[in-house]
Nanobody
Framework: VQLQASGGGLVQAGGSLRLSCAASGRTYSSGAMAWFRQVPGKEREFVAAISWSGDTTYYVDSVKGRFIISRDNVKKTAYLQMNSLKPEDTAAYYC????????????????????WGQGTQVTVSS
């Protein structure tokens, strides 16, 4: 499974961006999917996760009410709509997937995901 993340960029505080993560390869479904972020010198941080069905979503407290994770299983793509962006949201954002997770409990740790996309940089200016 290959994951291709896109949609990062430079935006002013209060602005919006939408990240996309497209899965490809020999898989019927991309299973559970998630977004993490990382700044230099810090560990990768959980941002949001969604179950394979889309019925269950989890968010880190700092983005609740501002970010929305969604997916399109026909396109095997997950999205992260980021609104009301703050300078502290600045980071490299990574998407992750576990095609074998067919539960409604998507993992919220890096250990829960087998496949990772390349990072896409999000920079929020004040």
């Amino acid at each position: 499974v290959q994951l291709q993340a896109s949609g990062g960029g430079l935006v002013q505080a209060g602005g919006s961006l939408r990240l996309s993560c497209a899965a490809s390869g020999r898989t019927y479904s991309s299973g559970a999917m998630a977004w993490f972020r990382q700044v230099p010198g810090k560990e990768r941080e959980f941002v949001a996760a969604i179950s394979w069905s889309g019925d269950t979503t989890y968010y880190v407290d700092s983005v609740k009410g501002r970010f929305i994770i969604s997916r399109d299983n026909v396109k095997k793509t997950a999205y992260l709509q980021m609104n009301s962006l703050k300078p502290e949201d600045t980071a490299a954002y990574y998407c992750a997937a576990d095609p074998q997770n067919w539960t409604n409990v998507p993992p919220t740790t890096t250990a829960g995901y087998r496949y990772w996309g390349q990072g896409t940089q999000v920079t929020v200016s004040s």
